[in-house]
């Protein structure tokens, strides 16, 4: 494991200044001001950042680190939401919380997909049929945060940084969507322990309509990345 | 060739968008977790599954529907060696909420700013990447391939690659510049004093006027003191011929680019951009020849900023050594006698110095500029090599002696001032007595 630092101005659209000033070095002495295709170039400060670089693999971007470290915390505040929604539960679960790291690599395969139904299979079977919790408003929090940064990192390469635009708007995102966990909380919440008078009728109704939805938005096999 | 098109922009139709692997697993695992949570009268997992459709549902809905096509465009396909220019990737029509990454691969004497190739497209859909250009010659721009993610990372179109791009990197010629006269000159519009008088800036003698003579060229001192009218007469400026024969036989030393030690190919090529340079704004004409590089056009008489870019232009192209049947012949005909031939050579092949001595015994004026790096016999790192380029600059010292003796110089190459010495001499030469037969 090595760690490489990389001295550039990586802000898009500064050229690669070579020299202090930008320009090609003293060698250019001989030449003038009416030098054939000459390139300026401005002066800009550069930044540096660092890459990490796993045994032979490709190199790491701090933002995809980071992207793989909240995805593992998405999954941390899951268990610790089943753990105490279940009461507790064997200590070889939390090894899962590696797996999202382990796998940083596969951020854009069904390997995700995967983990994610282990993870609810284990809250149906370890929490209580018919209770209702509000552990489950942080485990949809840590769902959804691991998603939403499995997905942005399989949207780049690994050594991709992280833009502060696409960070704001993916947060949005997120923000949006777990108010919607808050909502089905709360009126879950409101709903827990009261009859509501609804038949099979109603069941079936609700799960016709739950297969349109998925039938909406059928798509074609996702795409491999390359 | 020289005529070779390179390619500056670039475009092509990045494809359909395509549902990604999150996608997937928003929408399986809402679904399955809606229907568990039903069935198994679970509300918490309708909770956990509440944000997970929404993403499934805003990533559908938010789906693009346009093709998109990815283009590129090179801000400066030309540049000197160690020049800097910029490569701007559009995708249009441009994406709303969409991650847009630009990925150009790595290749040989392109620097890339930022280093990993990486660049992400900015709300109008456009990334600008930095290139640096580290050695002279045509250069192949890495493949640049483009990808777009919509909305919660549901649908992506790419990566697609687009078609390469070119760039030429001029040699950056080193400081060269002499204040010696060129031998010969007889053109018409140069800086180089002549020997007939007429026109030009050099001073000849002051003479009695003659009906044609302009009046700012009257000497008052010596008119008013003689009682008549004189003038100060100068010599004319003419123009001279240079010809440059650049050996391309072969490239010594490793290959380190602007940044590094120069290779045998290197200092000959900026030593012939240098002096193409100095001689062509001085006025003077200039022709290019090159041995032992294929598919290099020879460059004809010519002068001026535009014959420089020809120049420049042709020393890019040159790659070594992809012709080693070339004996020089084509070369070296027809050159002007009245020309100056600067052949630039390491001295290696031995085919240079026989036409060395081919040109001199054409009674041409030819020097010998000896483009021999010298950090190849004073590398520490490497003694034994060190120790094989001096015996063989022994077996080379009997060739340059051979050419010295026959009259030619051979000057090794300094940079400025590195011809001075032996164009005084040839200009001395020129002048001095000489017998002829009567």
Redesign the interface.
Same mark, same amino acid.
């Given at each position: 494991m090595s760690e490489q630092p990389t001295h550039h101005g990586d802000r898009p659209g500064s050229p690669p200044d070579g020299r202090p000033d930008g320009r090609p070095d003293s060698r250019a002495g001989g030449s003038s001001a009416e030098q054939p295709a000459v390139t300026a170039s401005p002066s800009r400060p550069a930044t540096s950042y660092r890459t990490l670089r796993l045994g032979a693999g490709p190199e790491w971007s701090s933002g995809q680190l980071a992207l793989g470290a909240v995805s593992t915390g998405g999954a941390a505040l899951f268990l610790v939401a089943l753990y105490f929604a279940a009461g507790g539960f064997d200590l070889i679960w939390w090894l899962l919380v590696l797996v999202p790291v382990l796998t940083l690599s596969m951020a854009g395969s069904g390997m995700s997909l995967g983990f994610w139904a282990l993870m609810l299979y284990g809250w149906f079977l370890l929490t209580d049929s018919g209770s209702f919790t509000w552990w489950s408003l942080p485990a949809a929090a840590g769902l959804l945060v691991s998603h939403a940064a499995t997905a942005l990192s399989a949207s780049m390469p690994p050594a991709g940084q992280l833009a502060s635009a696409a960070v704001h708007r993916w947060g949005r995102l997120i923000g949006i969507a777990f108010s919607a966990a808050a909502v089905v909380c709360c009126a879950a919440a409101a709903i827990h322990g009261r009859s509501l008078g609804l038949g099979p009728a109603a069941y079936v109704i609700g799960l016709v309509g739950l297969a349109a939805g998925v039938w909406l938005v059928r798509t074609n096999p996702p795409s491999q990345p390359h | 060739m020289v005529s070779q098109r390179r390619r500056t922009t670039t475009e092509r139709s990045l494809g359909d968008w @395509? $549902?990604? #692997?999150? @996608?997937?697993?928003?929408? *399986?695992?809402a679904?399955?977790? /809606?229907?568990?949570a039903?069935?198994?009268?679970?509300?918490?997992? !309708?909770? *956990?599954?509440?944000?997970?459709? &929404?993403? =499934?549902?805003?990533g @559908?809905l938010a789906r693009p529907r346009a093709a998109v096509t990815g283009r590129a465009a090179l801000?400066?396909a %030309?540049?000197?060696? /160690? /020049?800097? %220019?910029?490569l701007v990737v559009h995708a249009d029509p441009p994406v709303r909420?969409a991650?847009g990454?630009v990925?150009l691969a790595s290749t040989a004497w392109v620097?890339?700013?930022?280093?990993?190739g *990486?660049?992400?497209l900015?709300?109008d859909g456009v =990334? &600008?990447? +930095?290139?640096?250009s580290l050695r002279w010659g045509r250069h192949r721009v890495g493949t640049l391939s483009l990808?777009l993610?919509s #909305?919660? +990372?549901?649908f992506?179109v790419g $990566?697609t690659d687009l078609p390469d791009l070119d760039i030429c990197a001029?040699p !950056? $010629?080193?400081?060269?510049?002499t204040s010696a006269p060129t031998p010969h000159p007889r053109g018409i519009v140069g800086q180089n004093r002549s020997s007939h008088p007429g026109s030009g800036t050099e001073f000849n003698t002051i003479r009695r006027f003659h009906p044609g003579d302009r009046l700012r060229r009257i000497h008052w001192p010596v008119s008013l003191r003689t009682g008549d009218l004189h003038v100060t007469s100068t010599f004319s400026d003419e123009d001279a011929h240079v010809f440059l024969l650049v050996d391309a036989y072969s490239d010594l030393g490793p290959r380190e680019g *602007?940044?590094g030690r120069p290779t045998s190919l290197d200092v000959t090529v900026?030593a012939a951009g240098?002096i193409s340079? @100095?001689f062509l704004?001085a006025n003077d004409r200039l022709s290019l020849r090159t041995v032992g590089a294929a598919d290099v056009a020879p460059i004809g008489v010519g002068s001026g900023?535009h014959h420089?870019?020809r120049v420049?232009d042709t020393l890019a192209s040159i790659a070594p050594a992809t012709e080693r049947r070339d004996e020089g012949e084509h070369a070296i005909r027809g050159v002007d006698p009245m020309a100056l031939c600067l052949v630039l050579s390491p001295l290696i092949e031995p085919t240079m110095v026989a036409l060395a001595h081919t040109l001199a015994s054409r009674g041409l004026t030819v020097i010998v500029v000896d483009t021999f790096p010298e950090h190849l016999v004073a590398n520490p790192a490497n003694v034994h090599e060190s120790l094989a380029w001096r015996i063989r600059l022994l077996s080379r010292a009997a060739q340059v002696h051979s050419l010295t003796s026959r009259g030619v110089p051979v000057v090794p190459w300094r +940079? $400025?001032g590195s011809l001075d010495h032996v164009l005084r001499d040839i200009a001395r030469r020129a002048s001095a007595p000489r017998m002829s037969r009567r």
């Open positions: - | @395509h $549902p990604t #692997a999150a @996608h997937a697993r928003a929408v *399986i695992l679904s399955v977790c /809606g229907v568990a039903v069935l198994g009268r679970r509300p918490d997992l !309708l909770v *956990i599954a509440a944000p997970l459709a &929404v993403a =499934a549902g805003w @559908h801000g400066d %030309t540049l000197r060696e /160690g /020049g800097v %220019t910029t909420q991650d990454v990925t620097e890339r700013k930022p280093a990993s *990486i660049a992400r900015d709300d =990334a &600008v990447l +930095g290139l640096r990808t993610t #909305a919660w +990372g549901a992506r $990566p001029l !950056l $010629p080193s400081a060269f510049d *602007i940044d900026r240098a340079e @100095h704004r900023n420089l870019r420049l +940079g $400025p």
